[in-house]
């Protein structure tokens, strides 16, 4: 399903790019080190394959955290086209007109939690989409999200600030946040 949902993203007149996202690289490294496959025959195969690939990289050399795991696992997996999406590492930077758009907001300055206000502090213009609500933070553009927004999810229950909203970053370096709301059960950025 993630790679049906990268695939409708992709067009033929822009580079896609994927920032380095606790909803990805920590996932897949926690299962790969807590979980026992043993006892869930659907996944055994997938899960000793991303590990024999993970070893593979480290015997070679590479630190954990220059193993991207989640490009492995989308292109030789789950049959991404090779090259279609640039799947960025933890430290990789990616920047448009002066803005990082390389970070996703959950790693913070000198290995703190990632915030708004404390990544607003970097001393450059950034966009992030970590908190799921957007927001603009001096120099931080920061987007909603693109998730459901399911009531009977155990994080999504009380208020919220989440909400469906895209940073969209001009030719010119300005950036504008669009925001989307349900209309006829549609998501719509304007009437």
């Not at 480290?58 to 991404?80: D, H, I, P, Q, S």
């Not at 920047?95 to 990632?114: A, R, T, W, Y």
């Amino acid at each position: 399903k993630t790679k049906e949902t990268v695939e409708r993203y992709l067009r033929p007149w822009c580079h896609t790019v994927v920032p380095d996202a606790n909803h990805d690289r920590s996932w897949l490294k926690a299962w790969l080190q807590e979980y026992d496959y043993r006892p869930d025959p659907a996944n055994t195969e997938l899960f000793l394959r991303l590990q024999s690939f993970m070893y593979s990289e480290l015997r070679a050399g590479k630190l954990a955290k220059n193993v991207n795991l989640t490009k492995f696992a989308m292109e030789n997996e789950a049959g991404l086209k090779p090259g279609a999406v640039k799947f960025l590492l933890p430290d990789e930077s990616f920047e448009i007109k002066e803005v990082e758009c390389g970070l996703h907001g959950h790693l913070g300055p000198n290995g703190s939690f990632g915030s708004p206000q404390n990544l607003a502090k970097i001393g450059k213009k950034a966009t992030t989409a970590h908190t799921h609500a957007a927001g603009i933070f001096h120099g931080l553009y920061v987007a909603g999200t693109s998730s459901k927004l399911t009531e009977g999810w155990d994080y999504t229950c009380g208020p919220s600030s989440w909400g469906w909203s895209h940073v969209v970053l001009y030719p010119n370096g300005q950036r504008a946040i669009v925001s989307m709301q349900l209309v006829d059960g549609v998501a719509k950025w304007r009437a």
